[in-house]
């Protein structure tokens, strides 16, 4: 890895530049002459309505906690350095994920360690890849909570600069760290294991962190009614984080400007030391630790579970066709637990769902009202449960043709009609949404005491609801498949799977909408319009698990080998 007429210590920005290059090239390529130039334009187009959206949000509740006399500013501060300790925890966690992908487990590295680059450069450019890849969780959603922020305080231009300062900083220190653990991490276990390791952790932590906070309810942070006296509550916001923490460096320069106050100096010089110092520690341990990391990480997959006869032994339950690409589909789920390992955050979800609706108020409702008020709670659920359902879908269903990789043209090339290959691979991702949905929805209206014709009702809707929702996403999946995503998960956040959650989220509430429809026409006495209204959405549930994937079977098959 060293030019001619270099040593192998030299920095080539221009090459950094040049090696980055190539991701920029292949956005440009898709947005202006991609087959799927109008889906990332569309793409583009939500994600900016949901940046405006998630602004206006912010800048209400700012406004609304502002607004509170003499602890406004107080609370403001307070969450944002919430915040920003959130964001640098998931970014850190994500970066160590995103570096063992691109410094030792992507497929271009025998190309880049071929060329006659420096290690200095090389580094970079992956620390900046990496950095990129991680850091749109950070603009997404941080920047529309930081700029209502300075709307509602009409903060002058420090605070923006401070923004501007503190946020790439934050950033930086959370991608070397990522750097740092990921070198360590692969010198002591091969890169393949770590990354499924790392990744089973984080879904697990996750799961558990949202029930932790979800039990220790912090919305009583913003009643000062739940505390016995005012010094207590002030005692509980002013708690400080730990002094050689980043985000309380952050949170203190940009919650100075916030308020009009001086500037920290001693914050901002280790904001900047502090990126600086963890740039200098990544590239020390890359320099180190880089060669006998990326020896450890060719090493070949174990085949696990291959002489299994339990995967066949389930697939026995489907038809005689789907058995062995259903088989083979339990395989490759129980080998990677990048995709078993959700099944912890889907316990998490429902168990912060269930013990919300449990601390629902609505005991505050007396009278004959009262349980219509809660069996009208346990039907908005279903919104809830179908929501759950699509993510499940875009994870499992959606992905099921993307999985297959380089590997398409053993597929494809098989005797095989395409509407089983479909099939087959979807039918078990029904499992999961079935389980998570029915647990959502009718684990909830039990809770609410709602009666059991209403929880029969919601627990059939709740099935065709994950009928529909399934081959929407088995089809769309089939029609922009994406075989060169290194893992899943990439391809659960494509553009097109955006689409589909899109799509998904209609189909919910649509067929909410007709149940609302029918429920009003029998309150007024019109029992036969309220059937047929409700066999309406049925009808539509039931198309969308039947007609989408036939079509799409189709679409997939005229791509040939490609």
């Known amino acids: 890895m060293e030019s001619s007429g270099t040593t192998a210590d030299s920095l080539s920005p221009g090459l950094v530049a040049r090696l980055l290059s190539p991701r920029s090239l292949s956005l440009r390529n898709v947005v202006l002459r991609g087959e799927q130039r109008g889906l990332y334009l569309g793409f583009a187009f939500l994600a900016f309505l949901f940046w405006i959206g998630l602004f206006a949000l912010m800048l209400y509740l700012v406004d609304r906690f502002w607004q509170i006399s003499g602890l406004g500013p107080v609370l403001a501060t307070k969450f944002l350095d919430i915040l ?56 997404l959603f941080g920047l529309p909570v930081f700029c209502a922020a300075g709307l509602v305080a009409q903060a002058g231009w420090p605070y923006y600069a401070s923004m501007f300062l503190a ?65 207590e509550y002030m005692a509980a916001l002013n708690i400080p984080l730990p002094r050689l923490f980043p985000p309380r460096w952050a949170g203190d320069v940009m919650g100075r400007a916030l308020l009009g106050s001086p500037i920290p100096w001693t914050e901002v010089g280790l904001l900047l ?43 026995l339950i489907l038809p005689k066709a789907w058995r062995p690409i259903a088989a083979k589909e339990l395989r490759v789920l129980a080998r990677d637990p990048a995709q078993w390992s959700q099944i912890f955050l889907l316990i998490g979800l429902c168990a912060i769902y269930l013990i919300s609706v449990q601390a629902l108020p609505l005991s505050a409702f007396r009278g004959e009202s009262a349980q219509l008020i809660r069996e009208g709670f346990t039907f908005l659920n279903l919104g ?3 929501f759950v359902m699509a993510a499940i879908a875009g994870r499992f269903q959606f992905t099921a043709i993307s999985r297959e990789g380089k590997s398409w043209w053993v597929l494809r090339g098989a005797p095989v ?21 029915e647990v959502v929805v009718v684990g909830s209206g039990i809770l609410l005491n709602a009666r059991v014709p209403v929880l029969v009702g919601e627990a059939i809707l709740t099935v065709l609801l994950a009928w529909g929702i399934s081959g929407i996403a088995a089809a769309l999946g089939a029609i922009w498949p994406d075989f060169t995503s290194e893992n899943a998960a990439r391809a659960a956040s494509s553009p097109a799977a955006v689409f589909f959650m899109v799509i998904a989220q209609v189909l919910v509430f649509v067929v909410l909408a007709f149940f609302v429809l029918a429920a009003y026409v029998a309150f007024k006495g019109h029992y036969g319009g309220a059937i047929g209204l409700a066999l309406c959405p049925v009808a539509l549930c039931l198309f969308c698990g039947h007609w989408p994937p036939r079509r799409a079977a189709a679409i997939l098959w005229a791509r040939g080998l490609q």
Request: hydrophobic share 55%; glycine share 6%.
């Open 84 to 139: 920003l300790v959130s964001l640098f925890g998931m970014l850190s966690f994500s970066n160590v994920i995103t570096a063992l992908s691109v410094y030792y487990l992507s497929d271009d590295l025998e190309l880049i360690l071929a060329l006659p680059l420096s290690r200095p450069t090389f580094h970079y450019a992956r620390f900046f890849d990496t950095l990129f890849q991680s850091s749109w969780m950070m603009i």
């Open 167 to 231: 946020v790439p900083c934050l950033l930086l220190m959370a991608t070397a760290v990522g750097v740092t653990v990921a070198t360590f991490l692969v010198n002591v276990f091969p890169a393949r294991r770590t990354r499924e390791f790392m990744l089973f952790v984080g879904v697990l932590m996750v799961a558990m962190l949202f029930v932790i906070i979800r039990t220790l309810r912090p919305e009583q942070l913003v009643d000062a009614q739940a505390f016995e006296s005012l010094a």
């Open 273 to 315: 030391t502090g990126a600086l110092t963890t740039m200098a520690i990544a590239r020390w341990s890359t320099r180190v630790g880089f060669d006998g990391g990326w020896a450890r990480s060719q090493e070949a997959r174990a085949a696990r579970f291959y002489k299994s006869r339990v995967f066949d032994n389930l697939s």
């Open 384 to 386: 809830i449960g179908g």
């Open 417 to 437: 009609d395409p509407l089983v290959v479909l099939r087959a691979k979807s039918a078990f991702g029904l499992v999961p949404m079935l389980i998570v949905g």
